[in-house]
């Protein structure tokens, strides 16, 4: 018998056909064909972060008896350490604990305040219309080190020293850099090169940590020995204190010593909307929180069982209720000493019934007016730990952009965060600059309870985007299913071009970037529904982590983000 020769171009196109079934790795047996793993799960307690050393250095307070908020305060500490390049102790912090013997959710707002000393003449004398990203002007007081001991001082159980041991033991005697961290460190001297000591500190001798390369930073690991024996004051009425001041000084910033003396940390009561039967709890203004709550509440009004995941209509809905609560962060977000926010009315369902009448189920919007509810008187981690006593950590810490404004303190270790580049210095507005004023802020923690009891402790990275990822979240999980680690591994939605707090105003319907793994037939429909659609770089959807609590079985499940360098881990 002969044999048919084959066509080779007929052979070649076979494979590309079938590329990517052939290149794909092996089905998962159970769950979702997109999860990268299964939850974590455990009894005794749980840790994810964005870093794997910083996990097991949280896993280990708790195994010493340490509490969750010890074990988070040390996980953070670490994660300063090996990714500088979106957090440390020249940024802010906020938090939501669950303590489990109160059964009551406890806020904390460690945001801190612009100088005294610079104003808003002194912007306009100098012609500029948007504070800038880096350099001396967007430095505000850092929040972090007083948030560490605001919270450990109520819930901590582990003497200091030893909670930051791990991150002193890594900065003094040195760690592998991780695949994002070395991504970070090969951009310093382009991004930041003009700014003092920040291309000795991170590429010293000229040489650039790559990949597993071990670094150390023994500037960082005397400030946090200074700080871990001396406590919160050392950092802010000590050495540190006047090093900053003298340093800023001579770089031409303004936040001072007596900025620094004066930070205080904030008590804050969280704030709620149920979302089908889900009680989403967030933080209240300076913060962009109640925002993912306005966006729920829109959403709520929609039937999604019988809309699936991905489609045009999911993913219409999704971005048009964004652009209507994004025109209220705008409009009304700022530090609630300086401004009335409505928050009350804000998360009304009834504000969101007004609201959402305003959506075209099939077009979408040109652009959206912020809303008129009644006014009354009166780059970043995410890191989340639960203990055996079922305590919950929900904690969020930032530089805000990458290595923050770039000024690094003489021998200190570690660089100054640059939020101040989200006041708005267009007079009269809600956030309008001011001295001794905390910015509108991006960082946000999330919790759920469900029934009076803890459900889910999670949060979302990524600027701007992290309200989107907290519904997105909330909703692969509550309307289509998911569990937590698969709700994290889905593809995600993010659109760019609403109002901003800083001023900047949207022009035409803004951008929907969609990351991979949405049908081609959605996005087609997408734009003949009148959506720009792109495609954004890989690394700017957000990170994320989640522990999801069963309080019948007491089992813990952890869900870490597949995009980073994270791990979840329980014992």
């Not at 659109?495 to 951008?511: L, N, R």
Request: net charge neutral.
């Amino acid at each position: 018998m002969k044999l048919k020769r084959s066509n080779p171009c007929r052979l070649i196109f076979g494979l590309l056909l079938f590329a990517p079934v052939l290149l794909k790795a092996q089905d998962r047996p159970f769950g979702k064909t997109f999860a990268t793993r299964s939850e974590v799960m455990a009894q005794h307690g749980m840790a994810c972060t964005s870093q794997p050393l910083a996990t097991q250095a949280a896993i280990d307070v708790l195994k010493h008896g340490g509490s969750a908020v010890d074990a988070a305060i040390a996980a953070n500490a670490v994660l300063g350490v090996v990714e500088p390049h979106v957090n440390g102790i020249g940024g802010d912090i906020f938090a939501i604990v669950y303590e489990a013997k109160t059964g009551k959710l406890i806020g904390l707002n460690g945001s801190g305040r612009s100088p005294y000393s610079l104003t808003l003449e002194e912007f306009k004398k100098r012609g500029i219309k948007y504070i800038p990203a880096l350099g001396p002007l967007p430095v505000n007081v850092p929040g972090c080190v007083d948030g560490w001991f605001t919270l450990h001082g109520r819930f901590g159980k582990m003497p200091m020293d030893q909670v930051l041991s791990y991150a002193i033991g890594y900065a003094r005697n040195g760690f592998p850099v991780a695949d994002e961290a070395a991504g970070s460190l090969k951009n310093i001297k382009a991004l930041y090169g003009q700014y003092p000591n920040i291309v000795e500190l991170y590429n010293p001798g000229g040489k650039i940590p790559g990949r597993g390369d071990i670094r150390t930073n023994p500037d960082l690991a005397n400030t946090l020995e200074k700080i871990a024996k001396g406590g919160r004051d050392a950092f802010y009425k000590g050495d540190i204190a006047r090093t900053i001041d003298e340093f800023m000084k001579k770089n031409g910033g303004f936040l001072s010593y007596k900025d620094m003396a004066d930070h205080t940390s904030s008590w804050v009561e969280p704030v709620s909307t149920n979302y089908r039967g889900y009680d989403v709890w967030e933080l209240p203004p300076n913060g962009q929180g109640i925002c993912t709550l306005q966006m729920l509440n829109i959403l709520e009004g929609f039937d999604f069982s019988k809309i699936t995941w991905g489609s045009p209509e999911h993913i219409h809905l999704f971005v048009e209720a964004k652009k209507l609560a994004f025109e209220d962060r705008a409009k009304y977000y700022a530090d609630p000493e300086f401004a009335k926010i409505p928050v009350k009315d804000l998360i009304s369902k009834s504000y969101a019934a007004e609201r959402r009448k305003l959506i075209n189920p099939h077009k979408a919007s040109a652009s959206y007016e912020a809303g008129n509810p009644a006014l009354k008187d009166g780059d970043t981690i995410y890191l989340t730990v639960a203990d055996g006593d079922g305590n919950m950590v929900s904690l969020i810490q930032s530089n805000y952009r990458g290595y923050g404004s770039g000024m690094v303190p003489d021998g200190l270790g570690f660089t100054l965060q640059d939020r101040g580049q989200l006041y708005t210095l267009e007079e009269g507005q809600n956030n309008t600059y001011a001295p001794h004023k905390r910015p509108f802020h991006t960082i946000i923690p999330a919790f759920v309870t469900k029934d009076g009891k803890p459900y889910m402790s999670f949060g979302v990275m990524g600027g701007s985007f992290q309200p989107l990822g907290h519904v997105e979240i909330l909703m692969n999980m509550i309307d289509f299913g998911m569990n937590a680690q698969e709700a994290g591994d889905a593809p995600r939605i993010d659109h760019q071009g609403s109002s901003e707090p800083t001023g900047e105003k949207m022009q035409g319907v803004g951008m929907v970037y969609l990351e991979s793994g949405f049908p081609y037939e959605t996005i087609r429909s997408l734009m003949y529904m009148g959506h720009k659609i792109g495609f954004q770089i890989p690394g700017l959807y957000g990170g994320y982590q989640a522990i999801r609590f069963d309080s019948i079985q007491k089992v813990y499940f952890g869900a870490s983000e597949s995009r980073k360098d994270g791990e979840a881990a329980g014992w």
